[in-house]
């Protein structure tokens, strides 16, 4: 039971360039969320799903795009990197119907020059 | 507890002793909140959670407590261990409506002096 999985651990982008980070759960949870970390600062949340089929916009969305693929996957697009997206990006989930403390992965940090 | 950007408010506490963390919140509406801990390299990990009809809840070594009229929660760590240094959130729900989503403060940094 591994919780909630982010692929790639580090990323160095280009400005421009694209990416995809990659998001797994095996809790069987429903809602799913994209958070941004910069130094020193609390997570600001970018993009949540609360159930499998719906996204929605979080307080920091721009610049991103989401997919939720099916109830186990979130992911999260970059198309066009920028030094302002340099940041540690947690992803993580919870069960619906009910506030609940989400689970969260170990991040993926990026860097854009 | 809230942010103040680069700059981590920081509590140095002596192996052994008891810790106690703050942290202020500002929608009186919020209903939900949770004390997470992260260390370096890691994801926040959660430790404990307290609902709005109560003022206090304990869990192993940790206790959380919330005055709803100031608006203000505290996390209190009993016999602090060198393990316990990490950064430690609060975060709390202010609209249920609206989903399981969370707002975060900004975070202290807890250092155990041996």
New interface residues.
Partial sequence: NAGVTQTPKFQVLKTGQSMTLQCAQDMNHNSMYWYRQDPGMGLRLIYYSASEGTTDKGEVPNGYNVSRLNKREFSLRLESAAPSQTSVYFCASSVTGEVSPLHFGNGTRLTVT | GE??????PTLSVQEGDNSIINCAYSNSAS??F?W?KQES??????II?I?SNMDKRQGQRVTVLLNKTVKHLSLQIAATQPGDSAVY?C?E?RN?AA?????????TRVLVKP
């Fill in positions: 942010s103040v950007g680069l700059h981590l209903d939900y949770i997470y390299g890691k994801g926040p990990q959660f959670d609902r959130f975060a729900c249920k989903g399981n989503k969370l707002t975060f403060g900004g975070g």
